[in-house]
């Protein structure tokens, strides 16, 4: 069964940082595409970053990149998700998602973690 775990979210100030964790199981984490996504009150869910450690590449959509790195522990089957400077427009739920390659599409993500919540407090 494929699992995935988020944790690591919580309250922080506007400035700060915080690490994301997603833990995965139930799949070769080599070939898979991992993406983060977060989805704030009242909006729609969008992807921040993707990587797929078989070959090696990493996404970030545009306002991200800079303050946000993602990063895997192949001994660990685990992602991160770095974040830094958060701002208070970064608060929502964050999800990680399993998908066969790093895609634009949701819809391509078939497995979904039950997601964590960030807060950035100004």
């Known amino acids: 069964e494929v699992q995935l775990v988020e944790s690591g979210g919580g309250l922080v100030q506007a400035g700060g940082s915080l690490r994301l964790s997603c833990a995965a199981s139930?799949?070769?984490?080599?070939?898979?595409?991992i993406g983060w996504f977060r989805q704030a009150p009242g909006k729609e869910r969008e992807q921040v970053s993707c990587?797929?450690?078989?070959?090696?590449?990493?996404w970030y959509a545009d306002s991200k990149k800079g303050r946000f790195t993602i990063s895997s522990d192949n001994a660990k089957n685990t992602v991160y998700l770095q974040m830094s400077n958060l701002r208070p427009e970064d608060t929502a739920v964050y999800y990680c998602?399993?998908?066969?390659?790093?895609?634009?599409?949701?819809?391509?993500?078939?497995?979904w973690g039950q997601g964590t919540q960030v807060t950035v407090s100004s």
């Open positions: 998602a399993g998908a066969r390659y790093c895609s634009d599409y949701e819809t391509d993500f078939g497995s």
């Open positions: 139930g799949f070769t984490f080599d070939d898979y595409g």
């Open positions: 990587t797929r450690r078989s070959d090696g590449r990493t």
